[in-house]
């Protein structure tokens, strides 16, 4: 799964806590979680990269999302484990700092691309 090689490739960052979306059980923060879904437009398949931080850590929540980011999975070509190769593409989707989570974080989204057409 595309999914699990994302949380991997993301594990080498200075977040280790990564895991898709859907965990029962999330682990304590700063932490991530993986998303795929439906682009609407038809370019391929979405993956939202979600990231939380601790409610006073905003400075660092931000310098993940638009630069670390941005240096793991801008353009990085991965591997599942099934031997698909995916290239993730760059969008300039992401949301602001939101609040109100149910484990107190903050957290921001940001979107990637996975261009391809389902056969």
């Known amino acids: 799964m595309i999914t699990a090689s994302v949380v991997q490739r993301l594990q080498i960052g200075q977040i280790t806590n990564v895991v898709p979306f859907g965990t029962a059980q999330l682990p304590a923060p700063p932490y991530v979680v993986v998303k795929t879904e439906r682009d609407a437009v038809g370019r391929g398949r979405l993956l939202r990269v979600i990231v939380h931080f601790a409610a006073d850590q905003r400075k660092w929540l931000e310098a993940y999302v638009f630069d670390e980011l941005s240096d793991l999975l801008s353009d990085w070509h991965g591997e599942t484990d099934d031997g698909v190769h995916f290239r993730v593409g760059v969008t300039q989707e992401w949301t602001d700092v939101t609040s109100g989570n ?8 940001r979107v990637f ?3 391809g057409l389902l056969f």
Do not use: V
């Open 113 to 115: 691309l996975l261009p």
């Open 102 to 109: 149910d484990d107190g974080t903050i957290s921001m989204e």
